[in-house]
């Protein structure tokens, strides 16, 4: 029964996102971005016929696997644009540090003036950063693993969504602008947004999550500490 369930909740799974991706190219508009409207039809479908979640991750943990892979494979797009990647190193670097720590530092202040519970503050701390970098964290730091994984998606589908509005709306247009911006607050689904924009911009983004990954892990305890 175990098995059925498993190759069922993989195969629905990719027809959805499929018939999502299909979508989105005839409708191009941030809100049908594949990844958001696949993720509240599964829900929306596992609340109707009341599926625990549990037995949805029998299958759905294989495909949660692939994300290290995927991380991995970024490193194409990084191979083919490395030429760019060396011309604008120290941008690069500077919008990483200044990126990640108002992020994190903005939103460590502003959760403890509203009185958030501690424990929900170092599980959102690492929100843009990828899933198990930020449930490592997460664990290191006093969070909730699970609860900070939920923080990391909702971070990302919100990127991806409107990202591409803010960054016009402030009159960011040059590539460099645009990957760090995605890589840095929307980590890997941000990441596959800025490659829909662009190689150029995919491969800053993800050489700005990797990099903004690293760097979370080692100053957000030591913000935590200042903070809490």
């Keep these: 029964m175990n098995i ?3 190759i069922a909740s993989v195969i629905g799974t990719i027809v959805i996102f499929l018939l999502m991706t299909r979508l989105y190219k005839r409708v191009t508009h941030p809100l049908l971005v594949p990844i958001a409207t696949t993720t509240f039809v599964i829900l929306i479908f596992l609340l109707i016929f ?3 979640y549990e037995t949805y991750m029998l299958g759905g943990k294989w495909i949660d696997e692939l994300l290290g892979p995927a991380v991995v494979a970024l490193a194409y797009p990084l191979y083919q644009n490395r030429k760019s990647l060396k011309a604008f190193f120290m941008p690069i670097i500077i919008g990483v540090f200044v990126g990640s720590t108002t992020g994190i530092a903005t939103g460590l202040y502003f959760s403890k003036i509203v009185g958030i519970d501690p424990k929900i503050i170092l599980s959102i701390s690492p929100k843009s950063v990828t ?10 730091t006093g969070g909730i693993p699970a609860l900070a994984a939920v923080y990391v998606m909702i971070a990302g589908i919100s990127g991806a969504m409107f990202g ?9 247009d040059h590539f460099v602008g645009v990957g760090l911006g995605f890589g840095t607050a929307s980590h890997g689904i941000g990441t596959s947004r800025a490659l829909e924009i662009g190689t150029n911009e995919g491969a ?3 050489i700005a999550m990797i990099l903004s ?7 957000l305890p030591m913000l935590v500490s200042f903070f809490l």
């Design 50 to 52: 009341s599926i625990p």
């Design 131 to 140: 899933t198990p970098v930020a449930m490592d964290i997460a664990s290191v």
């Design 213 to 219: 990954a690293v760097y979370t892990s080692i100053i």
């Design 204 to 206: 800053i983004s993800s």
């Design 164 to 172: 591409p509005i803010l960054l016009k709306w402030v009159k960011v």
């Design 4 to 6: 059925v369930l498993t």
